[in-house]
């Protein structure tokens, strides 16, 4: 499924709307990880795909913070953190290559959340504190703390880092 751009900007309720749904029909009810994978692993795509081209079309400059790149980033780092989770279902976690990606997936997920500290952010973040105790139980907590303070700049600066691994 195509995520539409409307006025050169991304439709983030469409967006949202399709994540929530894999999210729910196959992660919480069906636990189909690999449709998940799937499914959310190409709107990650088209996420990184249209934050490189703006970036790049604006002469190598992040956007300004916005209501729009706000909830941008939130779902960014929401997406990036259920790629990980369906990753993790479908990888060896023995392999430490692998496992390594999904931690720095968590953690990235972390950094990109913007107003991390915000009420509303608790129990996800609480859910990817847990995710990545599960794979990675010698992480420090305090690790995931420091990630919390990120300013807007810097979580754009923080997704911008994954979106060049993706080209």
């Given at each position: 499924?195509?995520?539409?751009?409307?006025?050169?900007?991304?439709?983030l309720a469409?967006?949202?709307?399709?994540?929530?749904?894999?999210?729910?029909?196959?992660?919480?009810?069906?636990?189909?990880?690999?449709?998940?994978?799937?499914?959310?692993?190409?709107?990650?795509?088209?996420?990184?795909?249209?934050?490189?081209?703006?970036?790049?079309?604006?002469?190598?400059?992040?956007?300004?913070?916005?209501?729009?790149?706000?909830?941008?980033?939130?779902?960014?780092?929401?997406?990036?953190?259920?790629?990980?989770?369906?990753?993790?279902q479908l990888?060896?976690?023995?392999?430490?290559?692998?496992?390594?990606?999904?931690?720095?997936?968590?953690?990235?997920?972390?950094?990109?959340?913007?107003?991390?500290?915000?009420?509303?952010?608790?129990?996800?973040?609480?859910?990817?504190?847990?995710?990545?105790?599960?794979?990675?139980?010698?992480?420090?907590?305090a690790t995931?703390?420091?990630?919390?303070?990120?300013?807007?700049?810097?979580?754009?600066?923080?997704?911008?880092?994954?979106?060049?691994?993706?080209?």
């Amino acid at each position: 499924m195509n995520i539409q751009v409307t006025n050169k900007m991304l439709n983030l309720a469409s967006l949202q709307s399709k994540m929530d749904e894999t999210v729910f029909d196959y992660v919480d009810t069906t636990k189909n990880w690999q449709k998940a994978y799937s499914i959310l692993d190409d709107l990650l795509h088209q996420m990184v795909n249209f934050f490189n081209q703006y970036v790049e079309k604006n002469a190598g400059e992040l956007p300004k913070s916005n209501p729009y790149w706000v909830l941008f980033m939130d779902i960014a780092s929401r997406l990036v953190y259920f790629n990980g989770l369906t990753h993790a279902q479908l990888i060896d976690l023995q392999d430490e290559g692998a496992k390594n990606h999904i931690v720095n997936l968590y953690k990235k997920s972390a950094t990109c959340l913007p107003n991390a500290k915000l009420e509303q952010n608790e129990q996800f973040l609480q859910e990817l504190t847990v995710s990545l105790q599960e794979i990675a139980p010698e992480e420090d907590r305090a690790t995931m703390n420091v990630s919390l303070g990120c300013t807007m700049k810097e979580c754009m600066e923080s997704f911008y880092s994954l979106c060049k691994t993706y080209e």
